[in-house]
């Protein structure tokens, strides 16, 4: 009972530092100038698609659907880099984090 409660605990807690370095990526963003707007578009569709990961691990509902994030995280962290160094540096550091999700 105590170890359930324990990776309970881990779990929510690394949820809560994922959606917290999210926040700070969209911020990030609205002071960003001359964002490409499909750039912009894709980072909104990859916080969804996280958003709905996350409830799907809590739920212990993952399938195959939901793998795939940490690269697509990556992708889009290469196509930010040129103009966006800042951006792109933190969403690699969010990819990492997927990737040692399993997600």
Not at 15 to 44: C, G, I, M, S
Not at 62 to 86: C, I, K, M, V, W
Request: aromatic share 2%.
């Amino acid at each position: 009972m105590l170890n359930e409660n324990q990776n309970e605990n881990e779990h929510h807690e690394r949820d809560a530092n994922l959606k917290a370095h999210l926040k700070a990526l969209h911020r990030q963003l609205q002071e960003t100038d001359n964002v490409d707007p499909e750039l912009e578009t894709l980072l909104r569709q990859l916080d969804g698609d996280i958003d709905r990961a996350l409830a799907r691990q809590a739920d212990n509902e993952l399938d195959q659907n939901t793998y795939g994030l940490s690269s697509r995280t990556q992708e889009l962290a290469a196509r930010f880099n040129a103009n966006h160094p800042t951006v792109s540096a933190g969403l690699r550091q969010l990819g990492n984090m997927l990737s040692n999700m399993g997600i």
